[in-house]
C-alpha cells in the first residue's frame, strides 16, 4: 500500500507564511503528478496546485504569486510554501499523487492523505 501523510498546517495571521509537506511511503517505484487541493467548510475540494515529476507546475489563479510547490523526488515528498495567507485561505489542505508501484506495472495509482488544517486569522 502507499501512504501519503501531510504536516504543517496551523493558525497564522493574515499576511503570515506556512509551509506544508506531504511525504509519500509505502510500494512505491515512482510518482508522476503530485498535487494539494483544499476544502474549505461547505465547499468542494479544489485544486491548489500540481507538479510533475519534471518539475512543470500549475497554480489555481486565486494562488498564483503567493504560492510555491516543489517536490524532492529522492525524498518522495511534495511540499506547498504558501505566502501572503489570507482568510479565504482558511481550509483544509491535501495531498494527492499517482503513484506507480512496480517495475513490472504500468499503472497508476491515485493516492490521498487524511488533511492537514490552514487557518487564516487574527
Known amino acids: 500500500q502507499v501512504r501519503l501523510v501531510e504536516t504543517g498546517g496551523d493558525l497564522v495571521q493574515p499576511g503570515g507564511s506556512l509551509r506544508l509537506s506531504c511525504a509519500a511511503s509505502?510500494?512505491?517505484?515512482?510518482?508522476?503528478?503530485m498535487g494539494w487541493y483544499r476544502q474549505a467548510p461547505g465547499k468542494q475540494r479544489e485544486l491548489v496546485a500540481t507538479?510533475?515529476?519534471?518539475?512543470?507546475?500549475n497554480y489555481a489563479d486565486s494562488v498564483k504569486d503567493r504560492f510555491t510547490i516543489s517536490r524532492d523526488n529522492a525524498k518522495n515528498t511534495v511540499y506547498l510554501q504558501m505566502n501572503s495567507l489570507k482568510p479565504e485561505d482558511t481550509a483544509v489542505y491535501y495531498c494527492?499523487?499517482?503513484?506507480?508501484?512496480?517495475?513490472?506495472?504500468?499503472?497508476?495509482?491515485?493516492?490521498w492523505g487524511q488533511g492537514t488544517q490552514v487557518t487564516v486569522s487574527s
Open positions: 507538479i510533475t515529476s519534471g518539475g512543470t507546475t
Open positions: 494527492n499523487a499517482d503513484v506507480r508501484r512496480a517495475w513490472n506495472s504500468g499503472t497508476y495509482y491515485n493516492y
Open positions: 509505502g510500494s512505491i517505484f515512482s510518482i508522476n503528478a
